[in-house]
């Protein structure tokens, strides 16, 4: 007991040497340099201000926290490369407790938490509002200008993920949060990068599936303020009431540019935040159809069969393509027809699939693939049976709510109230026994309609956001039921395409289909991959034209095919090829990632796109380049980046079949890339050599 107390003294002594903001001097080059522990120790100790603030009885946290009970713990360590702390600030009046759970890395230089409110017991709480899960002022010693580097959401258009740059001026603030209550949609990402004078920076992840927001504000001549949370919530708690706010993650990089942050970060969601299957991060896959399409008014695979899809199973094992997951997505259920007007019937269609699916599953599995399957809980459209059985568990916005903003809600729809715990364990365990019985491999979850104003409509008086905050916290007990009970499955996060992506996800689940922007189309698919792969590693799209243009515009970590195998032009050699490429270039794609051409006018058809996936420890990568349809420059300029200048490296330009040696100090100065005709594009494969 004794040493327990004198541990518990060290570390208190340990926590209270702070400083609320951080310089160039805090930030080293190596990241294993960066303590974690210690920084946590600085801006969690319990005589100074905490990364975090609140209004509480319309109080700033500020003026009071630092009076009420302080405790700091060191939880066990089950990571070597992870220690968790827990602090604690507690009213001793009311007992109303806000505990900050900091998890700290040993092998980045990152450090990420999550605030949670709980209420003593006797009496319903003060408000609480204006809560920021950071607030937080970062110093940079040298003097320039400060750059926000930053994303558009999923719109299904080609500026889909776009990445931006905008220079902070004196005063002035970036304002982010995304459309209509799913975390990617539209107008904001929830990942985003500060980069600071002389070299370096911090990137931000955001881990709320919600409507969070971030602001960011040039607040001093050589200090930047980052605030953010949720965007709406005022509300009191009951006695013995808790809830939680958005998670909070910062990676602090220092280097030539931003890239190094970048590539730092990439590397963190692949260690920290990927799902883990038999100790190491999930391979996305290369997935194809079942059964899609059919003459009008055929839709998604609402015209699928069992006969139908067992016979493309075989026939994909025929011409020895067979894909390593094969997929059916919407319109598999009771009622399809209009596979929207059905969701809420999640009962297998037994006229087109008499014996469950069950049989096709068994097929997949013979032919050695996968089976993933679509499911879009979380809508229940109007007439169908969960909207019968279901109502006690169904927020709905009824025709009498006619005010503003209710008048944007397609009345048809209702939104499983995944804030019902009762209505949660009950979906846990009817999808879960679904994907047992019937054999299915991965779960596809999609997410087609704005949430927030159902939340806003379900809060009661005094309790805005709480809708919102339960909501979120029951899809991840959701999805981490799943999870628990079927440690290989791997979840597909849709949400009309790429709309639901951000720390919380990404780090129990992959995007496969990420945009619903226009299928198949290149120059769109191109945009997307440049955008996204400056955060995130794992996200697929779709490929269905197949040419090596069309295929190396898809091409990513996942791949999801609709090639037709009849009608296609294409031969069999042809299409085990282009498996055998996709198998061999995926691994680059979870390296090193650096644009070769400017981020400016992305979306134009007049430009050339090309980047570089390089895994230094191998000394090898690709370079992928597009010269798209309304280009006149045949010839571009790039740099390599991430090589030894010292070393010598052969490049093979695959399409003309062509080797020859550079030195890396050549490759990093200049490489002229040629393509004399429109649409077209290159691929280059290099490696180290002794």
């Known amino acids: 007991m004794k040493r327990k107390i004198l541990l518990n003294l060290i570390m208190m002594v340990a926590l209270f040497a702070a400083n609320q903001t951080i310089s160039q001097s805090q930030i080293k080059s190596s990241k294993t340099e960066f303590d974690a522990v210690h920084w946590a120790g600085q801006n969690f100790a319990g005589n100074k201000i905490p990364p975090f603030s609140f209004l509480y009885g319309g109080k700033e ?11 700091a713990e060191k939880l066990p360590q089950a990571d070597p490369k992870v220690q968790e702390l827990k602090y604690s600030w507690r009213d001793r009046k009311s007992g109303f407790t806000a505990t900050c759970l900091v998890t700290c890395f040993t ?6 938490w999550v605030v949670k409110f709980r209420n003593g017991e006797g009496q319903n709480s003060p408000v609480l509002e204006k809560v920021k899960a950071i607030d937080y002022a970062f110093g940079y010693e040298q003097a320039g200008p400060v750059i926000l580097h930053h994303s558009l959401g999923s719109s299904a258009r080609r500026t889909d993920f776009e990445y931006l740059s905008d220079e902070l001026k004196s005063g002035q603030s970036i304002y982010m949060t995304p459309d209509g209550g799913r975390s990617s949609d539209n107008t904001a990402f929830p990942f985003f990068n500060l980069e600071m004078p002389g070299g370096h920076g911090i990137i931000t992840a955001v881990g709320w599936s919600g409507k969070w927001y971030a602001n960011v504000t040039q607040s001093g001549k050589q200090t930047v303020n980052l605030e953010s949370g949720m965007e709406r919530l005022k509300l009191f708690l009951y006695p013995g009431e808790e809830i939680r706010t958005p998670r909070i993650a910062l990676l602090f990089w220092k280097g030539e540019d931003r890239m190094a942050g970048h590539n730092q970060f990439r590397q963190f969601i692949l260690t920290h935040h990927t799902r883990m299957i038999n100790g190491k991060p999930n391979e996305l896959p290369f997935a194809g159809g079942l059964g899609y399409g059919g003459p009008s008014p055929c839709n998604e ?30 319109g598999w259920y009771t009622g399809c027809g209009v596979w929207w007007a059905n969701v809420g019937n999640w009962t297998v269609n037994k006229i087109a699939f008499p014996n469950g699916l069950k049989p096709v599953t068994d097929a997949v599995h013979e032919v050695g693939a996968k089976f993933i399957l679509w499911f879009e809980p979380e809508r229940v459209f109007k ?14 916005v009824p025709d009498s709510v006619i005010r503003e903003p209710y008048n944007k809600v397609n009345r048809e729809n209702a939104l499983f109230n995944l ?35 159902y939340w806003m409509y379900n809060d009661k008086p005094g309790r805005e956001g709480m809708s919102e905050i339960r909501h979120i916290e029951g899809l991840y007990a959701y999805w981490d039921g799943l999870l628990k009970r079927f440690p290989n499955l791997i979840i597909d996060n849709c949400a009309s395409g790429g709309r639901r992506i951000d720390l919380e996800t990404t780090s129990r689940s992959s995007p496969l289909w990420r945009t619903d922007y226009a299928y198949g189309e290149p120059n769109g698919y191109q945009c997307h991959t440049y955008g996204l792969n400056f955060y995130l590693p794992l996200h697929g799209t779709g490929n269905i034209t197949l040419n090596p243009y069309t295929f190396r515009s898809s091409m990513s970590s996942a791949m999801v095919t609709s090639w037709d195998l009849d009608n296609g032009g294409y031969t069999i050699p042809d299409l085990q090829k282009y498996i055998a490429d996709y198998k061999r270039l995926r691994p680059f794609y979870y390296a090193d990632y650096y644009p070769l051409t400017p981020n400016k006018n992305i979306t134009s058809d007049s430009i050339w796109l090309a980047y570089q996936m390089n895994r230094s420890k191998e000394g090898d990568g690709i370079i992928v380049a597009f010269r798209r349809p309304a280009c006149p420059i045949e010839k571009i300029s790039v740099k390599f980046r991430g090589l030894e200048i010292s070393g010598t490296y052969e490049l093979f330009f695959e399409d003309e079949n062509i080797r020859l040696n550079k030195s890396g100090k050549e490759l990093m100065e200049n490489l002229d890339l040629l393509l004399k005709e429109k649409p077209k594009s290159l691929l280059i494969s290099y490696k180290k050599i002794k």
């Open 107 to 112: 092998d980045f230089p990152a450090v990420e």
């Open 61 to 71: 946290s500020k003026t009071f926290i630092r009076s009420w009970e302080f405790r």
């Open 419 to 453: 804030g019902n715990p009762e209505a949660c364990a009950w979906l846990t365990t009817y999808i879960g026994d679904m994907i047992q019985k019937e054999g299915i491999d991965y779960y596809r979850q999609d997410f087609n309609f704005d949430p927030w104003y």
């Open 301 to 330: 695979y609402s015209c699928a069969t069992e006969n139908y899809a067992i016979a493309m199973a075989y026939r994909y094992r025929q011409f020895n393509v067979v894909p390593e997951v094969l997929w059916i997505d919407a």
């Open 383 to 396: 007439g169908t049976q969960w909207d019968k059985d279901l109502d006690k568990w169904l927020i709905r």
